[in-house]
């Protein structure tokens, strides 16, 4: 065989064992999906603040959530939300700060205060 048929065949076998690498490199590359992320420390906080600003605001639909932060304290914690509400042709928005027991997770108070746009 002419040494530059065996070369030819040696870069094929070469290519062929790069691409089979390359193909499991990429199988095994972990991705991140939102699941794996995990839930965020505050959002058991943002069910409670939609379930009360629905309670509070009955015929109004929240159209949008945003989590403001948080605020720790000494023995207890705020969260703090700003919701966005449309009842009939009014657009209004919400802030809701829940305090709570930082150990216990026990409520203490909710606060709400309506602003406009």
């Known amino acids: ?3 530059e048929y065996e070369r030819l065949i040696q870069l094929r076998k070469f290519c062929v064992t790069l691409g089979i690498i390359l193909v499991m490199i990429a199988v095994h590359i972990p991705t991140i999906s939102y699941a794996q992320q995990g839930i965020p420390a505050h959002a058991q ?10 309670a509070k605001y ?3 639909k929240i159209i949008d959530y945003l989590h403001e932060g948080s605020e720790v304290n000494e023995d207890s914690s705020i969260e703090k939300f700003k919701l966005w509400l449309k009842q009939s042709d009014k657009e ?10 930082t150990n216990t997770n026990k ?3 909710i606060e709400f205060q309506e602003i406009t746009p």
């Open 58 to 60: 009955p015929q109004a």
């Open 92 to 101: 209004f928005g919400v802030l809701v700060r829940i305090k709570y027991i």
């Open 45 to 54: 906080w943002g069910y409670v603040a939609i379930k009360e600003t629905k």
């Open 107 to 109: 409520v203490v108070k």
């Open 1 to 3: 065989m002419p040494k």
